[in-house]
């Protein structure tokens, strides 16, 4: 929860109109299926030297429409999501540093379908500056890849010509624009 650089102070949340958390997982080995969630919220708290960076999506949110069969095998199905046993996907800081150059790296609790694993993010943080309206905003993107069997989401099937479906690794990104709430 320590930062070599320390540019907030209060607390900040998240502006959902200016930010996307999303995901991306390779497809049949020919390409990169990306999803995001609509429903999204984020609370960073500075105290010190110490910050704190909450999140939460709403599995329901995502934004796999078409076809419905699909649609309802992701977000419901046990393969995946399982959203009406597991209808959020949470984060919870435990450590956050930033640096004087900009990076941002992030260490947590990533919680999907009641599972809790260690994760950790690296990306960039963009400075609190005041907006025309008088309000403080403040940037963080943060990436990290992760193994969607860790969250017990095993579906697979194997290609004829060798290799899966759905790649393993599945990468995570979150921008997130934030404003000062004190």
């Known amino acids: 929860m320590a930062t ?15 930010s996307t ?3 991306a997982v390779t497809h049949m080995n020919v390409s990169t299926f990306r999803a995001s969630f609509a429903d999204i919220d984020a609370r960073l708290t ?13 599995a329901e949110s ?14 419901r199905g046990t393969d995946f999501f399982a959203a ?28 999907i379908r009641g599972v809790s694993r260690s994760v950790a993010a690296r990306g960039t943080y963009q400075l609190p500056t005041e907006d025309p309206f ?10 990290t890849t992760v193994d969607r069997r860790d969250w017990d989401m095993d579906w697979q099937v194997p290609l004829p010509g060798g290799g899966d479906a759905l790649g393993w690794e599945v990468e995570i990104t979150a921008q997130l624009e934030l404003t000062r709430k004190d």
């Open 4 to 18: 070599g650089v320390q540019p907030f102070t209060g607390r900040y949340e998240l502006d959902p109109n200016h």
């Open 21 to 23: 958390f999303e995901f």
């Open 46 to 58: 500075a105290d010190g030297d110490t910050i704190e960076l909450e999140g939460r999506a709403i």
């Open 62 to 75: 995502v934004s796999i429409a078409e076809p419905p069969e699909f649609r309802e095998h992701v977000v």
């Open 84 to 111: 009406d046993a597991h209808p959020l996907i949470t984060f919870r800081s435990t450590k956050v540093e930033l640096g004087e150059d900009g990076s941002a790296s992030v260490t947590g609790e990533l919680t």
């Open 134 to 143: 008088g309000t403080y905003r403040a940037g963080l993107e943060l990436r």
